[in-house]
C-alpha cells in the first residue's frame, strides 16, 4: 500500500506499508453442512512493518526530510456472513501494536469468496 497525505503545517507524508497475514478457519474442524455456506469464522495474526518519509520541508531555512519504520503486529479474530452465495459482510477485530492506531484495530467491509 502506498499512500499520500498531508501531516501538520502541510508537510508531506510517503507512506509504503507491506507485511503478513495468516487465518486460520476454525469452523469447518467444528461443524459440517450447510452452516459452512453461510458463516465463517477465523483467528488471524498479522505482522508488518511501514517506511514513513515526511517532507521535504522548510524549517527556519533549511529544507528537511524525516524518515521512519515502524512495526505493525497483532492478533485477533473475525467472522463472514453470506447472504448471498459468494458475496458477504464481515467483521475483525486485532490487538496489538499498530503504529498509527494503538493497540486495537476493528474492520468492517464486504468480501467476495472464490
Do not use: C, W
Not at 18 to 28: A, E, K, Q
Not at 52 to 58: A, D, N, S, T
Amino acid at each position: 500500500m502506498y499512500s499520500y497525505s498531508i501531516h501538520d503545517s502541510f508537510k508531506l507524508l510517503k507512506n509504503i506499508t507491506y507485511g503478513f497475514n495468516i487465518n486460520f478457519h476454525f469452523l469447518p474442524f467444528i461443524t459440517e453442512g450447510k452452516l459452512l455456506k453461510f458463516v465463517d469464522t477465523y483467528i488471524s495474526a498479522n505482522y508488518g512493518t511501514n517506511y514513513m518519509k515526511l517532507g521535504p520541508y522548510m524549517s527556519g531555512g533549511v529544507e528537511i526530510v524525516e524518515t521512519s519504520y515502524n512495526t505493525d503486529q497483532g492478533i485477533g479474530g473475525g467472522i463472514a456472513l453470506y447472504p448471498i452465495d459468494k458475496l458477504g459482510i464481515f467483521t475483525e477485530y486485532t490487538f496489538g501494536h499498530y503504529f498509527f492506531k494503538g493497540n486495537h484495530r476493528f474492520k468492517v467491509g464486504l468480501i467476495y469468496r472464490f
